[in-house]
C-alpha cells in the first residue's frame, strides 16, 4: 500500500510548474540511473499521488469557504479575503496563481511518467501493473485539468512531457480541455478495479474516477442562465446510480469520516489524499482550531436545524470541545465567535506548532453521490421517490426527520442546495456549486455579515491566467477577456 508521504521526485526531466520556462527542484539522480526498476515506477507513481498534497487541492479547501457566504478568513490565506471583495486581478496570487502553477505541476509529473510508461520495454512490470499505472495517472491528470477549467476556462492542453523547444504552449478551447478530461476519465474508468476504495489500498479505483467524472457532469450542467442541461444531467444521474451500487454506503457516524483513527476502511470515502506523521503530516489542527483561520459566519451556522448533529460536528464556539475533558482555547482572534471543527483531531489538543496533523484530506464520498443523484434526477423528472430516498439517508444520519415528499421540483431544489450546503460545508465544493448553478454574484453580493463586503461580478466565473505566465509565454498567451 502507498504511504504517500512526500517524496522528492527524482526524475531528470523537466518537471515545469507550468506552461512556461519554470522547473521544479530535482534530486542528484541522472535519467540513466532512474526508470530502470520497479522501484523507480513506484516512487514515480507515488510522487504523483504526492502532488495532491498542496494545500489548494486537499488539506487547505476549507480556504475555498472562505470566497463564499459560508466563512470569512481573518488571515487572508490564499489571498481568499480580496478575491471575496472583487479585487481578482492577473497579478493577485494566491488561489489565482497557485491553482494554475500547481496544476501544471501535477501535468508535468503524469506526462513524464506517462511518456516513460510508454517508451518501456522491459520485463521487470507485470502487465497488470502498467495498466493500473496508465489509469491511476490520466485520473490524476483529469483532476488537475478539471480545475484548471473549473478556475480559469480557455489553458494550455500539454499531453506530452514539454522541453526547452517547446516550453511554452498557447491555450486551447475549454471544450478542447473538457473533452480531454471526459478522455481521460473514460480510459481510466476502463482500466481501473471494480472494487470500492476501501479494497484498494488506498490507490485509486474505479469509482474514485466515476466520482471525479460525475463531479464534472454536474459543473458542466447548466447553462449561462442557470437553466438545467437535461443531456447532461442524464449521464450524471446514470452515472450516480452505477456509483451507487458500487458497494459504498454512509458511515454510520457523520464525524468519522474526517478523523484520522476512523478513516481507513471507511465505508463513504472513495478517494483521499494520504498522510502519516509524523514525517508527512498537515498543519491542519494548528490552521483550523487555533489560528481560526476558517471563522464560519452567523447567518451559516444559523441554517442549521434544531437537533442536526452535522452543526456540532462541524463547527465549534468559542472554544473546542469534544467532551472528552480536553479543550482547546484558540490562541488567535475570533471574528465571528466561530470556528471549523469538522477536520480537527480531538487526541491532539492542545493544538501549536508542534502539532503533526495525520487525518486524510476526502476528496469523494458518497454523500456527494447521494446528492449529486437527487439534484439531477430532480432536475429531470422532479423530485422522484429516489430523490427523497437519498436526501434522507443524509438527513437520517444527521438525527433529522424525514423531508415530506410533497414539495415541487424548485422547492425540492431549495431543499437540496441546502442540504449539499451544510452536508458539504467546508469541504471546498461551495464556491463551485455557486459558480454552476450561475448564482454567485446573487448569492454573494447579498452577504450581510461577512465582515468585509463582497463583490461578485460576472467576470469571476472565469479568473484571470496569472501575470506571471502572460509574461513568461513571450506572447503565446492571451490573457482572459476584462482582465
Known sequence: MYQFKYIVFVVIGLLLASCSIDREPLDKYSASQFWNTRNDFDMAMTAIYGRLQTPVFSYGSP???????????????????????????????????????????????????????????????????????????????????????????????????????????????????????????????????????????????????????????MYTAYNSDGSPKVAVLTQARDLAREIMSAGYQLSPVFHDVFRDNRQEGNPEIIFSVKFLAPNNATAMDQWYGDWVAVSPLPSFVALFEEGDERKEASIFQNVVDFGTGRTHLPSNNMPTGYGVKKFLTPENIPYDYSTRSAQDWVMFRYADILLSFAEAENEISGPTPECYAAINAIRTRAGLANLESTSSKDEFRTWLRLERRLELAFEGTRYFDLKRWRIAGEVLNAVEDGIIRYNFQDRFYLWPIPQSQIDRSMGVLVQNPDY
Open 63 to 217: 480556504d475555498w469557504d472562505l470566497i463564499t457566504d459560508n466563512a470569512y478568513g481573518q488571515h487572508n490565506s490564499n489571498r481568499a479575503r480580496d478575491i471575496a471583495a472583487g479585487e481578482i486581478a492577473p497579478s493577485l496570487g494566491g488561489f489565482i496563481s497557485d491553482v494554475y502553477s500547481n496544476a501544471y505541476a501535477g501535468i508535468a509529473r503524469v506526462n513524464i511518467f506517462l511518456g516513460k510508461l510508454n517508451e518501456y520495454d522491459g520485463d521487470f512490470l507485470p502487465a497488470d501493473l502498467i495498466i493500473s499505472y496508465e489509469a491511476e495517472a490520466k485520473f490524476m491528470r483529469a483532476y488537475y485539468y478539471y480545475m484548471l477549467y473549473a478556475c480559469y476556462g480557455d489553458v494550455p492542453l500539454v499531453e506530452q512531457a514539454l522541453d526547452l523547444n517547446n516550453f511554452v504552449q498557447p491555450k486551447a478551447s475549454a471544450e478542447e480541455i473538457l473533452n480531454f478530461i471526459y478522455q481521460d476519465l473514460d480510459r481510466a474508468i476502463e482500466l481501473l478495479p471494480g472494487v470500492t476504495y476501501a479494497e484498494g489500498n488506498g490507490r485509486v479505483v474505479k469509482s474514485s474516477a466515476q466520482a471525479l467524472k460525475l463531479r464534472v457532469l
